[in-house]
Every structure is written in C-alpha cells, then in structure tokens.
C-alpha cells in the first residue's frame, strides 16, 4: 500500500566507500535510511533521494517521503517548516490583539 511520512533530517553520515546514512524524526522516532553503492544491499534507498535529503540537514526544510505499493521510496516533496514557537507566538498575538 502506498504511504508517506513528513519530518526532517537530523543526522547524516557519509562513509568512505561512498555509502550514506540518514537519519529521519517523524512522529516523535528515528528511522535511518540507507544509500549504498552496492545495489545488491537490502533496504538500499536510491542516490538521488538520499542526496536530497542530505541537502536539506541544518535548514528549515521538512520533507515528505512518498512510498510505493512495494514499500520502496518514489519520490520527496520539499517544504519550509513551520517554526512551532513561532505558531505560539502568532497565537499569543492574536490572542493580545482581540482583546
């Protein structure tokens, strides 16, 4: 069945023989996603996915990472975040302005 998931990238980790891990919070837990050079590995998430995730570490970038019927990765969407301080402070604001 296809699925999705939104959150953001937290730790990514690059090794020497070109293989990448990245770390992804969504609903309150990790799960670390997995690109190899070699194709053979279980679970190996494609280059160019991975590559975008990495870009967005250390930025206000939340993805969505939209799953096939056969669990595997088909694409990403990109968007900013939305800063929950800022959603309180908008709120206090509001609340302030009413009154």
Known sequence: MAHSIFG????????????IEVDFYHDDEITTYRYSSDASRLGNFPKELTETLVSTLSTDTCV?????????PT???????????DLEDDEEFDDESEE
């Open 64 to 72: 969505e990472i939209f799953f096939g019927d056969d669990g595997n």
């Open 75 to 85: 694409y990403v969407e990109l968007e900013e975040c939305d800063d929950e301080d």
């Open 8 to 19: 953001q990238v937290t730790t990514v980790r690059k090794f020497a023989n070109g293989d």
